[in-house]
């Protein structure tokens, strides 16, 4: 079944070459399997893509602004690595803007924009009970949190700077969703909001995502201990 990729805003999902080979790397970086303290060299990358070094370049500047790389002089790009205590540090960070994001969508949310988000839920109903990978299924789960973004970032443009700053603890937010009865559990607490949202309480909508989020951030902190160190 097709999956969309959604890492970015719809406005500016990717068009270029150079967005693209970006997009691709960004999920080869939050899902690990270019693995965190990774150096990417220019060189790998220009043959990996078959596109110059100045092309690379780029997509390196921009997977530094996105927050998945740290590109240092005279030692190149390497994958960002963080600490446990970072993780938890950006989880509790991620919750906040989650939260905010919700109570910020509520204000403004329509028929359509609701419709919208009724569709995406259902999408990761369908994925969770059906056979779709970790990876897929957290594909759906970044495009429906994407949904809110949208719908609070229209009137509060603000928005789009916010959530990026988030992304470092997506590396590990996988490991929320990696068995398919996690996947299960998942769905539902996204069916809930949605139901807390139909009703119109932007509090309670927020209060829960806060919840959500805290749910997640026990399962991420205990699989961030059980890897080894070469995993992390």
Not at 99 to 118: Q, S
Not at 155 to 172: D, K, M
Request: hydrophobic share 40%.
């Amino acid at each position: 079944m097709p999956f969309e990729l959604e890492l970015l805003p719809s406005r500016a999902r990717p068009k270029t070459m150079v967005e693209q080979i970006a997009h691709e790397l960004a999920y080869d970086i939050l899902f690990r399997r270019i693995k965190p303290g990774t150096r990417l060299r220019e060189a790998d990358l220009v043959e990996r893509f078959g596109v110059s070094r100045p092309a690379i370049r780029e997509v390196l500047t921009s997977l530094t602004k996105l927050g998945c790389v740290e590109n240092t002089p005279w030692k190149g790009a390497t994958v960002i690595r963080v600490t446990r205590e970072e993780l938890e540090v950006l989880y509790d960070f991620r919750g906040y803007v989650f939260a905010f994001v919700t109570r910020l969508a509520m204000r403004h949310i329509d028929r359509d924009d609701l419709a919208a988000f009724r569709s995406a839920v259902a999408a990761l109903d369908r994925a969770a009970k059906g056979g779709a990978t970790a990876e897929e299924y957290e594909m759906l789960r970044n495009t429906t949190h994407q949904i809110l973004t949208e719908i609070a970032s229209r009137h509060y443009p603000v928005v789009h700077r916010i959530v990026p700053s988030t992304r470092l603890s997506c590396q590990y937010a996988i490991e929320a969703v990696r068995t398919r009865t996690q996947r299960q559990t998942s769905a539902k607490r996204w069916q809930k909001l949605l139901g807390i949202m139909e009703t119109g309480d932007a509090e309670a909508a927020s209060a829960y995502a806060l919840e959500m989020n805290e749910s997640s951030r026990v399962v991420v902190l205990a699989a961030f201990d059980e890897l080894s160190e070469s995993e992390r």
